[in-house]
């Protein structure tokens, strides 16, 4: 990884923009085929974005390289009332860095700094073919709890069956 690979937790309005527009690029070219969305983010969700992270409710990294040019995002939503305690877990990374050990540093930072914010449980929802992320979810010590069908819609017709991975931190 370059030297200034660096990552940076719960960042501000202008950091989680040009993390909407590594989205909004990566969605246009298809670079994410598991991501659970066909459209591009509306630049006006930074600010409930930024909400969540005040509020505690969700806690992001975004890896950077270069300054300022973002190669991933990860995330952890809480849930809410009883549920606070877990969290659902989120990554991308961009194609180009992928296969690197961004997404192991970033994801063992994230569920280390989650701990520290008092999550308990991380759940993720890979899709049921998704054999790298499955994989990379199993190394991190999360285990399969089973399929959740037509768990994730991504349009009108399209859905996908999931697997149920969880960690308890």
Known sequence: MESSFFIKKNP???M?????????ANIIANNFPYLMRNDVFDLAEVDAWHEEQVRGKSIRL???INKSKVI???????????????AK???TVDPEYQRKGVANMICKELLKYGREEGVVRVE???VVNNNNAITFLSRLGFLNEGIASKKFRRDETTFYDCIHMA???
């Open 12 to 14: 501000n309005k202008e």
């Open 124 to 126: 993720a929802y890979p």
């Open 89 to 91: 877990l989120g990554i």
């Open 72 to 86: 991933s995002i990860a995330y952890l939503c809480r849930g809410h009332g009883n549920g606070f305690h877990v």
């Open 62 to 64: 975004i890896g950077v």
């Open 167 to 169: 960690r308890i931190l």
């Open 16 to 24: 989680l923009i040009e993390a909407l527009k590594y989205f909004n």
